[in-house]
């Protein structure tokens, strides 16, 4: 259960002098950073003995209470029962993350769903609800089921309108125009303009992604994704084409931003967006998503022609990623094709790996050490097992990386399974738990159990195979019962387990001992025990191999969770969270499994410097409670990947 903040929210807010004492707050990895009217009508001295506080610092013209790992829990709070406007943490360049394509792709989706995954699960445990009502017998045409499915389904089919928005807070975009790009991609009707019963003519006739043209803009080809199957399918419940649409959007609005006059860039600006993005998205977007589509579809009838075992495999590893893509619309129109002729094998790997999905999640909450993340986990396990996984992949396993892959590799195993048995689906059915009639057949009662093995086997191994690999933390570290709250480093216990192991260091520079370094919060220990180093080169390496907990969003601090225990923050000088991320470049995302000595930041020493603010870099272990001691072992000049600290 969630640690209830109000308390400790208003009686920081009343002893920073109140309410109206309070201009701006922002928050960084481990403070609260308030601009005050009036720092002395502050309670400091209050402040710092009061319990869930570690102590106050006042610089760089800011009110800093520093509260531990859990400080953006207790800055939503303040915002909360309050009612001041905060700013949130420092947003960085959101250009400057950099890694391989797939690091990118899980930071950027995870990212734009994570804003709404609560609310995903709730719909998608309604739709649970709908789907139980369905098996009970009440009629689809009932009020009752009618007004339960638009409260659990409306969510999914409008996805697009909802992606819009938190894509151009992403791409730093004008939410309304997003807004409009979104609702002119599922405007009512409009697949039914740009379908008829007879096409103008045809493009790539003959191959697998030829597309019969209905409609032209201006003489150019809109290819739309809609048949016979979807008559009205248009860009309903779609992921990619609305969050590419709105990038393509950001970089137009922000090429109109620099050549139009303020006096009409109100309205002249967000014309000029939609005139040029809206039918950039019917004309190039949409079709390459189209196409990428029946491209699946194609190779997949191959696969399945040349082996069907081979078939399952593929399909049961892929079948998640697909569904990201939006690329599994080339197989279900051939799937409904196949089962209008008779009972269907095309998307028979496919339907029980949600049992996956639910079975990591179940290891998930049983060993993660975030609260949020068990909050987050139940209702998402919840819509799982009704076959709605959107909550589960893209509010945890997704991020995580590991349980995505290993529910992958139980859906390849699964799909060998029912396609080596030749287990087919007698209709199209419901989801999850509600797909069992669709394998009932008559006079044949292994179908079905056949795939109530698969549902089984795919839960024991999304349990299983997720048990081997290490959970990551999303939100920036444990949750409050792993804090230790103690400053007494004399009164830390050592937990079960400890590892004695030798840290090597990120930078290149000269060791400096940690209450040297220019900032009482760090150089007290309040934060934990550790070293300094003054910079020489403007990159951190990784000390040891582990995963990364924390990326601050401003690129100047990143915490480390070694594979032997210890939990590593490295922040890059004082006080540099108020450079905006400028000077600070990613070279990883959070989240990510690295390796001793991979590159992890770069910075800029020169420009920290001049914009006048310390670069000595803390390098801090902030789980002390597991080690008995910390010994710095190096002194002077280091190198990247020398010896710096033992912990015992």
Partial sequence: MAKDYTELAKDIVAHVGGKDNITKLVHCVTRLRFSLKDESKADTDYLMKRDGVVTVVKAGGQYQVVIGNHVPDVYETVLRVTG????????????????????????????????MLGTLSAAGMIKGVVA??????????????????????????????????????????????????????????????????????????????????????????????????FPASSYLSTVLPVIAAVWAGAKIEKGFKKIIPDVVKV???????????????????????SWASDLVGALFTGIYDFSPVLYGIV??????????????????????????????????????????????????????????????????????????TEPAIYGITLPMRLPFIMTCISGALTGAYLA????????????????????????????????????????????????????????????????????????????DGATEQVVTSPLAGEVIALEDTPDAVFASGAMGKGVAIEPSVGEVVAPADGV????????????????????LLIHVGMDTVALDGKGFTAHVVQG??????????????DAIKEAGYPVATPIIVTNMSRFRDLKVLAEGEVDLGDTLFELN
């Fill in 267 to 289: 309205f002249i600006v967000p014309f000029f967006t939609l005139l040029i993005t809206v039918p950039l998205a019917f004309l190039v977007i949409g079709p390459v998503m």
């Fill in 84 to 115: 001041i406007s905060g700013e949130g943490s420092v947003d960085a360049d959101d250009d400057a993350v950099e890694g391989n394509l797939f690091d990118r792709f899980i930071a950027l989706v995870s990212g734009l769903f994570q804003p």
């Fill in 315 to 388: 399909l049961g590893a892929a079948w998640q990623v697909l569904v990201m893509f939006g690329l599994h619309w080339g197989l279900v129109p051939l799937a409904i094709l196949e089962l209008q002729k008779g009972p269907g094998v095309i998307l028979v790997a496919s339907i029980a790996i949600c049992f996956a999905q639910a079975g990591a999640l179940l290891n998930i909450m049983m060993r993660t050490k975030e609260d949020k993340i068990r909050q987050l986990s139940i209702p998402a396990f919840i819509s799982a097992l009704f076959g709605v």
């Fill in 592 to 605: 990510s499994k690295v390796k001793k000595g991979q590159l992890l930041l770069s910075f800029d020493i």
């Fill in 548 to 567: 990364i907990r924390l990326l601050f969003p401003t690129n100047h601090a990143i915490g480390l969770a070694t594979d032997d225990g210890a939990e």
């Fill in 132 to 229: 139980i009502m369905v098996a009970l017998g009440v009629a689809k045409t009932d009020g009752a089921y009618v007004v339960l499915n638009a409260a659990g389904d409306g969510l999914f089919q409008f996805l697009p309108l909802i992606l819009a928005i938190t894509a151009a807070k992403r791409f730093k975009m004008n939410q309304f125009t997003a807004l409009a790009i979104g609702f002119a991609l599922v405007y009512p009707n409009i697949a039914a303009s740009f379908t008829a019963e007879k096409p103008l003519y045809t493009l790539f006739a003959g191959t697998p992604i030829e597309s019969p043209i209905f409609s032209t803009f201006f003489g150019l080809p809109i290819i739309f994704p809609a048949s016979s199957i």
């Fill in 420 to 495: 080596f048995f030749d287990v087919k689906m007698q209709v199209m059915g419901g989801m999850g738990l509600f797909a069992i009639p669709s394998f009932i057949e008559d006079g044949n009662s292994m179908t079905l159990i056949h795939f109530l093995i698969a549902i089984v086997a795919n839960f024991v191994l999304g349990f299983g195979l997720t048990q081997l690999v290490k959970i990551p933390n999303l939100f920036g570290g444990p949750s409050e019962k792993d804090v230790t709250p103690s400053l007494n480093v004399e009164n830390e216990r050592v937990s």
